[in-house]
């Protein structure tokens, strides 16, 4: 498809034919596990295997005695199980697709109609003119046919080195690598235009991603609960061992008083033995049932599908993990100042002309024609922002462009011809057109005043004349007074000659202008909401040092006389062991160039901080993948994103305040969880080895631990998964990166409530006067079915003990209805299995009075760990998860 030199771009009916001719732009992604098919994985699952295992043991043992009633309902407690694990990761799997599809929603810029408009990148077709500049992540694959850029391609092949690429010199000429422009890859520096010639999976980007789909591995966290749960399965799979041997050892040594012939008498009697042998192995399955803690690793996915819908809500989408993990445990974020602290909606406030002369708005340059034009073609012209005439906005740039253009009313027209363009770099800081006007060049420069007023020899007046400058001063003395008061200011000036700076001493001044970015309230709050939470907060900004230290002071975090505001060259003339020495007392780095983002990151894990690092653009991505979080804008680069963990989708500071407070609740809730699991498992396992020994068969049956191990897992991790955020949480002190699970608090908690458990079970099988509440009936039925009610109340009534430290057990509770649903549910739901378990749950149903009973005696784990924490209160050993 032949380019025209107008660069007009497709019409609409040409977007149409070659969206039908050629295909969509949208990548073909991998189809997911359907709901059945996690269902029948779900069934691999190690306990139910060990499940099914015991059953098939059972069959072949006594199969004229299986009870097949009982298999069945195993059977079916197996498939519930497993369908509620299944619906709860195939739910998880469909919010994260959700958020991945609203992401990917990015915009480019291209030409259509002759105008230039922003659409989803989905929308390109090929033929397609998309214009390039630094920062864009290329949509397509495609021919440069306009400037020169340079473009990290290190996502296809892996080379670090930027790639340049130029455009074809016409339109016959067939296009080589180095005009060939990839999907996937950023442009690093300079503009450009490219002519889609490949969209979709016909793209480079395309094949590739047919052959690998990006997974995202386990983080740290779920390593670390993996790892614990393999601890503690190791644990009950010795137990469970022991508990057999001990059994059988009991039954067919100590039984027999340790006379022989009795032993190999036993021994010998093939169903006798078979039956001792499967009681043994039905002891080892229910320890293991308790025990083994499956669902721990899939906690960490649990609590983040259920946060994540409330983190979005807060504008902040979580891209890994391991980002809202560590958030919680920051101890130094550095964040950038514009967008972020700021509203980063700059204002053009004033312009001051070389003659000293303020004007608030570009309309009072009216009556000053010649001065007015050259003001218009100043900003126009070397500007990377354009007016969008279809929707009457203005588009691209970044957001001093788009200021500079609103303040000359754009939708006037230009027509002179931009025969270069100088980019701005953040080492030169400046940024320059070169334009053509009949046999005149003329180069526009726009930058930091510092370094564009030392350069200038003259100025023009409102009449356009050319004036010698006598003195430099007045001019930088009311720069100094705006920038003291937080106002960012930028030299506008022409040049005949080169416009590099270096090279080039005569430039002609044409303006100064006054920008204002106002700071935002909720950037107040959440600079001190991170300040209560013990985190240094460094502010990193391209102003100069007295613009960047008004700012800090306004937003809060220049409060004492130590606090230091730094230049980049005074940061870069201090040694790594200097710096490490005024870290703890940096608050500002100003004039701040790329490379010093890394550096701090580098320099703050060195001494073992857990680093926060805030990023838009290309030149941010090394320090955002260095940070232990990476925060990328919104608004930023998609490489920026890309590098990053956690998007803050607003550009607000309290977002990310939010994030680490997020990221302190979802710590505190998987703590919470392992208090309230790993109580029931000390119980429980508890129970089952003292069981055979006191006399009680099979305390809790194998179907009824399975519906305990429902309780356990599944629908309480769900009930802690939604624990609220409180703003408490931002007043601890940030946790160790590697600090450990289980703290001594929660150790103390577990064993204690955990050990109480387990003697109030031993004590309600075995007093005679706690068996005169019951009716008597074969094999004291109804008291083995109060015991079983007397399990699941203790662990329902434990849960409201296990999310909170404080003595008000129901504190924040109405914040957390998810928690009070489920305990209801779970409550319905026992009362129905004691009244209609019957044989299958060894159920037979309770008179009211006995029903309160059990009750009663359940409820008494809630006063028991209330005087514990009492007691710890008193001490003045307050602690908490």
């Known amino acids: 498809m032949k380019r025209n030199l107008e660069f007009s771009g497709l019409t609409d009916k040409q977007v149409l034919e070659s969206r039908e001719q050629n295909g969509s732009n949208q990548i073909t992604v991998r189809k997911k596990d359907g709901f059945f098919m996690l269902l029948l994985q779900s069934l691999g699952d190690p306990i139910i295997k060990i499940l099914l295992i015991a059953l098939g043991i059972k069959t072949v043992f006594l199969m004229k005695d299986f009870d097949w009633f009982e298999t069945v309902g195993i059977v079916i407690a197996i498939f519930l199980a497993s369908f509620i694990s299944s619906i709860s990761e195939y739910g998880s799997e469909k919010a994260f697709e959700k958020l991945q599809e609203d992401s990917s929603k990015i915009k480019c810029r291209v030409k259509r109609n002759g105008k230039k408009i922003e659409v989803p990148i989905d929308d390109i077709v090929v033929g397609d003119l998309v214009l390039l500049e630094s920062g864009d992540k290329i949509p397509a694959d495609g021919n440069l046919i306009e400037g020169e850029i340079t473009v990290d391609e290190s996502s296809l092949n892996g080379e670090t080195k930027e790639a340049t690429k130029v455009s074809l010199d016409s339109v016959y000429q067939e296009a080589t690598d180095k005009n060939i422009v990839y999907r996937g890859t950023v442009v690093y520096s300079k503009t450009g235009i490219m002519q889609v010639t490949k969209v979709g999976d016909d793209t480079f980007y395309g094949k590739l991603a047919r052959e690998v789909q990006e997974k995202q591995p386990d983080s740290p966290l779920k390593l670390r609960l993996r790892g614990l749960a393999s601890t503690i399965s190791k644990i009950g799979y010795f137990g469970a061992l022991l508990v057999s041997f001990s059994y059988l050892f009991s039954t067919i040594v100590i039984d027999n008083q340790f006379q022989m012939d009795k032993i190999v008498a036993m021994v010998t009697n093939f169903p006798v033995m078979s039956g001792h042998i499967l009681y043994a192995l039905t002891l080892s399955v229910t320890i293991i049932v308790v025990a083994v803690p499956e669902g721990l690793p899939m906690m960490i996915t649990l609590v ?159 009449l356009g004349k050319k004036r010698r400058i006598v003195s430099t001063l007045s001019y930088l003395k009311k720069i100094d007074d705006m920038t003291k008061n937080g106002i960012r200011v930028l030299a506008l000036a022409t040049a005949k000659k080169s416009p590099e700076l270096p090279m080039n001493t005569n430039l002609v001044l044409v303006g100064i202008v006054f920008i204002k970015d106002e700071i935002r309230k909720e950037a107040i709050e959440g600079i001190e909401l991170v300040h209560q939470a013990h985190i240094q907060t460094v502010m990193i900004t391209g102003d100069n040092k007295d613009t960047a230290t008004s700012i800090a002071k306004e937003v809060g975090l220049l409060k004492k006389p130590s606090d230091l505001v730094l230049t980049s060259d005074e940061l870069n003339r201090k040694s790594d062991e200097e710096l490490k020495q005024i870290l703890p007392n940096l608050r500002v780095v100003a004039r701040s160039l ?90 429980a396992v508890s129970l089952s080895i003292i069981g055979p ?189």
């Open 304 to 462: 983040l599908s259920s946060n994540m819908k409330r983190m979005l809500k807060e504008h902040v989408l979580v891209r890994k993990l391991v980002g809202i993990e560590t958030a919680g445990s920051l101890n130094i974020l550095f964040t950038d100042k514009t967008g972020t602290l700021t509203k980063g909606k700059l204002e053009v406030i004033r312009l001051m002309s070389g003659s000293m002369k303020e004007y608030n708005v570009e309309a009072e340059l009216g009556k000053y024609k010649p001065y007015q034009e050259l003001v218009r073609d100043s900003v126009y012209y070397n500007n990377a922002s354009s007016y969008d005439a279809s929707k009457k906005q203005i588009i691209g740039g970044n957001i001093t462009d788009r200021a500079l253009l609103q303040f000359i009313n754009p939708p006037y027209q230009f027509s002179k011809q931009v025969v270069g363009t100088v980019p701005f770099d953040s080492k030169n800081k400046y940024s320059s057109a070169t334009i053509r006007d009949g046999v005149e060049t003329i180069h526009y420069i726009k930058g930091a005043p510092e370094k564009i007023i030392p350069k200038c020899t003259e100025y023009y007046d409102e």
């Open 594 to 683: 790329p490379q010093d983002k890394s550096r701090l990151v580098r320099i703050s894990q060195e001494l073992n901080l857990v680093v926060g690092m805030t990023g838009d653009g290309v030149n941010d991505a090394p320090a955002l993948k260095k940070a232990d979080v990476g925060f990328a804008m919104g608004s930023g680069t998609e490489v920026s994103k890309e590098a990053s963990d956690i998007v803050i989708l607003d550009d607000n500071f309290k977002s990310i305040s939010r994030a680490i407070l997020f990221g302190r609740t979802i710590f505190k809730s998987i703590r919470k969880f392992i208090i309230f699991q790993l109580t029931v498992n000390i119980c």
């Open 693 to 881: 020994f006191i006399g009680v068969d099979t305390p809790v049956t194998v179907i009824q631990m399975l519906w305990i191990n429902m309780v356990m897992d599944t629908l309480a991790g769900i009930a802690f998964a939604y624990e609220p955020p409180l703003l408490e949480y931002m007043k601890e002190k940030p946790k160790r990166k590697d600090e450990a699970i289980i703290n001594q608090y929660m150790k103390d908690e577990i064993m204690f409530t955990g050990a109480y458990s387990a003697l109030l079970c031993v004590l309600f099988l075995k007093l005679p006067w706690i068996h005169h509440f019951f009716r008597s009936g074969t094999n004291d039925k109804y008291l083995m079915t109060a015991f079983f009610g007397l399990f699941i109340f203790m662990g329902i009534f434990n849960s409201f003990n296990a999310r909170t430290h404080r003595l008000n057990l129901l504190s924040h509770l109405y914040q957390n209805r998810a928690f009070i649903i489920i305990i209801a549910f779970i409550l319905f739901v026992q009362i129905n299995l004691i009244y209609f378990g019957g044989n299958l749950f060894r159920t037979f149903g309770l008179t009211f009075y006995e029903f309160i009973i059990m009750v009663l005696f359940s409820l008494t784990v809630i006063p028991v760990d209330w005087f514990r924490k009492l007691y710890l209160r008193k001490k003045g050993m307050i602690g908490g998860v």
